[in-house]
């Protein structure tokens, strides 16, 4: 059995409660146990890190000391969480002050060897898309996808240790095994523009403006997102960026492993599909997934 | 490491072709390295005769590097092939002799390699140094 | 008893303003046999060397130590001065307190100072032990290899031939031209490439002393200067002698699976096929990868065609082994593949072009006649962005290297687009504006003023595909404002890089590399074109990137090294050769074996009276002095000149003597 520590985070609790159902859900099927890390604390992600570098480091090195002392791999499947707790790995590493600091708090000793990596790359790469191919009910025929990365899980690049930073192909290689096609386009990794979705909405607006346009123009009828954060930009902003661009969008913004899900043969509820702002229920039913 | 290491005295043999016109580049880049090796000049690695390895030790150096031209570059076609075949012969003696594995090395520098030369430098007086002063 | 005397050389202050040069003079007169030290400023200058010869008159020298550089400097000179004053020029030894002290020890004066004191004293240890030797000669071979032949190649060829010596040209590809052939035309003039070189071709072709070899390789490499031996694959061609070069076979070829070289894989070429219409020698080759009856045993359509019979599917490589005086190494550079960088689109963008691309382009004799088309989609363009420093001056890509004629060719190809289409915009981005050269300059303000190319001093981040556009993104780092460009067409100015294979080739002649893998010139001022193997030379961009008119002065000056050692009767050789003392010798053949030259002789000899025994000799007209058969003899019966074991032994106990300096 494939096992990996889990840290879901706060938005899959709450925001993108779909994408945590949607991963467990897919998970079990295809023999994947995610042990969730007992009682996780808040990853740190944009209050702490820019205001404290210990707290920043000492929230996720609880999670890390964990998932280390069972012998895991940690994971996250939200790009913020898994940022957190690689960058947290590497400053305990190169300050060891820091790391001294951290562990007197916490009472424990850690040693920085254990491995954290994003949700995509422990199912698409360590568990990977070949396996995940063998255990599929149906094809996603005719499906048009356009894979979007976002920042967090590619950069910075020597960190993330992604072998090509400006065109990933993680996800474009699971909707080809898919059946879907991946369409090529040029914005797989710009930024959304992530927490300025509360006070500075109108940047939001203009950078998930122009990445729901590019996917549009490349001819995608859905986006799949690996990221809370990227996901609530582009899906719950999408109606008032239509408005902005005088241009009804309409295009369904889906998690990776609800999209794994289809083809596992889940259906819309077991997904929470329903959950989407914009309803990828026609789209699916027209190429009869639904 | 600081370059000012007293009382240590390391003997460098260096092929004409490789590894000492890498020493010439060395100074040609202004790149410092301890001034405790003194180099012979000899025309390729294939000509060192482990006799006078094995009389520098004798005379009380506390080091010998032997460098030469990276192994497929040698000016002679095969003559650092040799010594490459000699050189773990004769550490293995050496220290059957009593003369400690820090003491001994050797190296394949080129021509161009002037930085390269003085890291080479660094280290081994750092090994030598490490045998004197902890034994 | 030796007379010796030591000259210490300020050299300016590169020396003294380390180390105590009079410290070291009066150290080295307390050391036995020391009869004169002296200190001086400038010891390789004439007035220096006068100080020398009139020592070694005044004192009755006979042997000298000079402190100062590195003996591979100027070794040779104070061994003429020792000449000059009637002393053997093997009676001199070098202690390097320039390259191996002052500079590399400048954080401790002290210490430097007694460093240069040991060497020197090591130095005075093994001139005690030097003994006379007399020249030695050696035949010269008075026929030169020239391996390339591009600008460079060709050049040098006509310039050795001219003179009247023999040349062989060999070209891997199946024409000679090179990559200046590949240009439409050349800065800072704009007068087009092919009209400058193709007579150049031609002349190197009809030259009655130049024999060209294309479709060659060298292979193997033995030998010494003046004497060479080099072995060359002549690649199978496939046509013979019989071909009259009148195209008829490369028409009529069904296959269109190759890609272009010449064009740079901007169009099909044929299997059967000449690189270029003006190719030199005009005699296509098949190439076999392609060819439909290589690959389907079917197909034979050129031999059918050909008026001659001169196909010949039969025709298999062919090895020859020839002799050469010299060797010019003009073997050139490849263009940086731009697929390392993700921001410009990994090389996967097809409207992403590299800068000899555009020259394809651009050039009427080009796959698209001179007009320029995206190779997307065919359309003409509008909007055409150039970068440069594409793989130059780029630590992240290992480059930090200028490539030294970027800056040029993109004003050029600038020009050259808004010349056939007035309507186009340009855009350059660039770091610097390098353009040192004679006109250079003047040439970029042409491009700015006259042309109204739009210079943005930034470097671009990114290149999305968007809509059959490409849209650059980028930083004008002068206004400080981020710049959008709608593009039709990209040109990055790809820097230069050695060729592919170039460290395999370099190690056929022992040639050094720099850390890219560019051939190392022996000096970097004062032997540019010459490299650390004597009578091998270089010449062009296998040295360092450069422009047409460095390439071709740099080619010349081959030429001129080449002609003046054939000008030499005989070559004067070092005499550091090995010796046999044949009354120790035991006979066993372990120098025998090792001798990498084949210099060493076993033969049966009365080596006492009445005692025939088996022992080892040295040719010394063979042997180059490497001392392998030294390192090896059992029995030290053999030693070698200059480099005696006692020569050694005593700088050995020297260099591992205190200092008894008061």
Partial sequence: MFKVAYFPGCSLSSTAKEYDVATRLVCEDLEIELVEVPEWVCCGATTAHITSELTAAVLPARSLIWAEKHNMTITSPCSACFSRLKMAQLNLEKYPGLKKEAEEILGETYSGKGEVLHLTRVMLERYGVDNIKAKLKKQLKGLKIACYYGCLMTRPAEVCENDRVEDPMLMDNLVSALGAQAVKWSYKTECCGAAFSLTKTEIVRKLSGDILKEAKASGAELIMVACPLCHSNLDARQPEISKLLKAELNIPVLYFTQVIGLALGYGYLDLMLNKHFIDPAPLLKAKGIL | ?135 | MARIGVFVCHCGTNIAGVVDVTRVAKYAGSLPGVKVAVDYKFMCSDPGQNTIIDAIKKYGLDRLVVSACSPRMHEATFRRTAERAGINPYMVEMANIREHVAWVHSDDKELATQKAMKLMEMAVAKVRRSEALSKMFAPIEKRALVIGGGIAGIQAALDIAGAGYKVLLVEKEPSIGGRMAQLDKTFPTLDCSACILTPKMVAAAQDPNITLLTYAEVTEVCGFVGQFEVKIKKKAKSVNSKCIGCGVCTTKCPSKKALSEFDEKLAPRKAIYTPFPQAVPNVPVIDRTACTFFLTGKCKICEKVCPTGAIDYTQQDEFIKEKFGAVVVATGFDIYDHSNYGEYGYGEIKDVITGLQFERLISSTGPTAGHVTRPSDHREVKNVVFIQCVGSRDEAKKRPYCSRVCCMYTAKQAMLLKDHYPETQAYVFYIDIRSAGKNYEEFVQRAQNEYGVLYLRGRVSKIYERANKLLVKGADTLSGAQVEIEADLVVLANGFEPKKGAKEFAQLFHMSSDQYGFYNELHPKLAPVETAISGVFVAGCCQSPKDIPDTVAMASATAAKVCALFAKEKLEVEPLIAGVNQLTCSGCETCYNVCPYSAIEMKDKEVKRGEVRHVAEVLESVCKGCGACVGACYSKAVDLKGFTDRQVLDQVETATAPITDN
């Fill in chain 2, 1 to 135: 490491m600081d370059n000012k290491v007293p009382q240590l005295n390391i003997v460098g043999f260096l092929c004409n072709w490789c590894s000492y016109a890498g020493a010439d580049m060395t100074g040609l880049g202004r790149n410092t390295y301890p001034s405790n090796i003194k180099v012979i000049r000899i025309p390729c690695t294939g000509r060192m005769d482990p006799m006078m390895i094995i009389e520098a030790f004798h005379n009380g150096a506390d080091g010998v590097l032997v460098s030469g031209c990276h192994p497929g570059d040698c000016h002679y076609t095969e003559g650092n092939y040799y010594w490459r075949r000699r050189y773990p012969h004769l550490k293995s003696l050496l220290e059957h002799f009593g003369i400690d594995k820090r003491r001994f090395h050797a190296s394949w520098v080129s021509a161009s390699e002037g930085k390269k030369f003085a890291e080479v430098v660094k280290k081994v007086t750092a090994e030598v140094k490490d045998w004197r002063d902890n034994g």
